[in-house]
């Protein structure tokens, strides 16, 4: 099963507004990642918080992590057509083992 | 520095078949991981190698194997081929649990 789990499945927006996607997840965790997939291809890593981090920004990424409710949150600002994508949350199990959700697709109308 | 590739792009097998995925990792990673990706789902957790050896596996049967080479490539090989194979196959490479740099992937359709 998955550990984490996007919402909402998809997302579609026009240039320029903001994007947020959340993730939940169900173990502790060391730290959580955000990737993101271009049309079903290799996919690239965006961002990586920390357990005793509440907020990171890179960019226009903003992410949060509340560890209380096991949940995340991805915001995209001021998006462009470009950011159009499939975004994944991924947590570390047992020190190997990275679990994903199943994505986000957000749409970004030009 | 050099990313990470895989070999074939795209493949198309029948049912019962073998299969042989092949991936170089980043010059300087001694770990790489496999995952297997179905179409509109997330990536899953295959196995990992750590300087050749299985550091880890996800819960495929024993028809996925793999193999991690000195120079720290990788083959992910899969027996007996079924329709529910088919999916973009990812490998990533890191220096231990660090940061994964993933591969184009390789998309299998099981005929």
């Known amino acids: 099963s998955q550990q984490g789990e996007e919402d909402p499945q998809a997302l579609s927006i026009q240039e320029g507004e903001n994007a947020t996607m959340n993730c939940s997840y169900k173990t502790s965790i060391n730290n959580l990642q955000w990737y993101r997939q271009n049309s079903g291809r290799g996919l690239v890593h965006l961002i990586l918080i920390r357990s005793n981090e509440r907020e990171k920004h890179s960019g226009r990424l903003r992410v949060t992590l509340d560890t209380s409710k096991k949940s995340s949150s991805l915001l995209i600002t001021a998006s462009r057509a470009a950011d159009t994508a499939s975004y994944f949350c991924?947590?570390?199990?047992?020190?190997?083992?990275?679990?994903f959700g199943a994505g986000t697709r957000l749409f970004v109308k030009a | 520095e050099t990313g990470v590739t895989q070999s074939p792009t795209h493949l198309i097998k029948t049912r019962g078949q073998q299969v042989t995925l092949r991936c170089s990792s980043q010059s300087g990673h001694n770990t790489v991981s496999w995952y297997q990706q179905a179409l509109g789902q997330g990536p899953q957790f295959i196995f990992q190698y750590y300087r050749e050896e299985e550091n880890g596996r996800g819960n495929f049967p024993p028809r996925f194997s793999g193999l991690q080479f000195p120079n720290y490539s990788s083959e992910l090989n899969v027996n007996a081929l079924e329709l529910d194979d088919s999916a973009l196959y990812l490998c990533?490479?890191?220096?231990?649990?660090?940061?994964?740099?993933f591969g184009p992937g390789t998309r299998l359709t099981v005929l």
């Open positions: 990533a490479s890191s220096l231990r649990s660090n940061e994964q740099f």
């Open positions: 991924a947590t570390l199990s047992g020190g190997f083992k990275t679990i």
